[in-house]
């Protein structure tokens, strides 16, 4: 009995370990799903707390997370602290808000991982997941009327800029290749309209602290 008990004891400082290792690396993710209702995330809010959610069920806790999303009164830019951010494998992303908005940051199809540390699928991948809500420009301030309502809208009204968190896309141009400004949404805000030209409703979570 007694060695049972120490084994038992020794795996749940093993788990332990492993969580807190987690907790102190993981501060960036591509969300593994979306709100399910397009561009509809219940405005930054519940965009936010849908990146504390799923940080938490792949047992990360005690980080206030923010969604990467411009709106109509805010930049993204603004929203995600200072830095450096690591992705659910220990890879640093950026050091700060600078270097994530230059030519130096690592974000990549193998680098912007979900929160479970699984690869999101890209182009030339079925489905083709690769557009990322942002609403933003390249340096990560606004766009006027490409946020979906300030991601409150689900139907044919509206448009998102998006990101490829790839960096792929069909040339060779900045914009392709640009992980938070690539494209707008074609044909509204609902999740149908974003799947068309390569999304699926994901956006970036950043933690604040």
């Given at each position: 009995?007694?060695k049972?008990?120490?084994?038992?004891?020794a795996?749940?400082?093993?788990?332990i370990?492993v969580?807190?290792?987690?907790?102190?690396?993981?501060s960036?993710?591509?969300t593994?799903?979306?709100?399910?209702?397009?561009?509809?995330?219940?405005?930054?809010?519940?965009?936010?707390?849908?990146c504390?959610?799923?940080?938490e069920?792949?047992?990360?806790?005690?980080?206030?997370?923010?969604?990467?999303l411009?709106?109509s009164?805010?930049?993204a830019?603004?929203?995600?602290?200072?830095?450096?951010?690591?992705?659910?494998?220990?890879?640093?992303?950026?050091?700060?808000?600078?270097?994530l908005?230059?030519?130096?940051?690592?974000?990549?199809?193998?680098?912007?991982?979900?929160?479970?540390g699984?690869?999101v699928?890209?182009?030339?991948?079925k489905?083709?997941?690769?557009d990322v809500?942002?609403?933003?420009t390249?340096?990560?301030?606004?766009?006027?009327?490409q946020?979906c309502?300030?991601?409150?809208?689900?139907?044919?009204?509206g448009?998102a800029?998006?990101g490829?968190?790839?960096?792929?896309?069909?040339?060779?141009?900045?914009?392709?290749?640009?992980?938070n400004?690539?494209?707008?949404s074609?044909?509204?805000?609902?999740?149908?309209?974003?799947?068309?030209?390569?999304g699926?409703?994901?956006?970036?979570?950043?933690?604040?602290?």
């Amino acid at each position: 009995m007694r060695k049972l008990l120490l084994v038992t004891a020794a795996a749940s400082l093993v788990a332990i370990g492993v969580a807190s290792s987690q907790d102190a690396t993981m501060s960036f993710f591509v969300t593994s799903v979306g709100s399910g209702k397009g561009a509809d995330l219940g405005g930054p809010a519940g965009a936010d707390a849908h990146c504390a959610s799923l940080a938490e069920a792949a047992g990360v806790t005690g980080k206030t997370w923010a969604a990467y999303l411009s709106t109509s009164t805010e930049d993204a830019r603004d929203r995600i602290g200072k830095g450096p951010w690591f992705n659910a494998k220990g890879v640093k992303i950026a050091d700060d808000v600078a270097s994530l908005h230059s030519d130096a940051n690592a974000i990549t199809k193998q680098t912007a991982l979900d929160e479970k540390g699984e690869v999101v699928n890209g182009r030339g991948d079925k489905p083709n997941r690769h557009d990322v809500l942002t609403g933003s420009t390249p340096d990560g301030t606004k766009i006027a009327d490409q946020t979906c309502g300030d991601w409150t809208l689900s139907g044919a009204e509206g448009a998102a800029m998006t990101g490829h968190h790839d960096r792929t896309g069909l040339d060779d141009s900045a914009a392709a290749k640009s992980w938070n400004s690539s494209h707008a949404s074609r044909g509204g805000c609902s999740q149908e309209a974003l799947k068309s030209t390569g999304g699926d409703g994901l956006f970036y979570c950043f933690a604040v602290n």
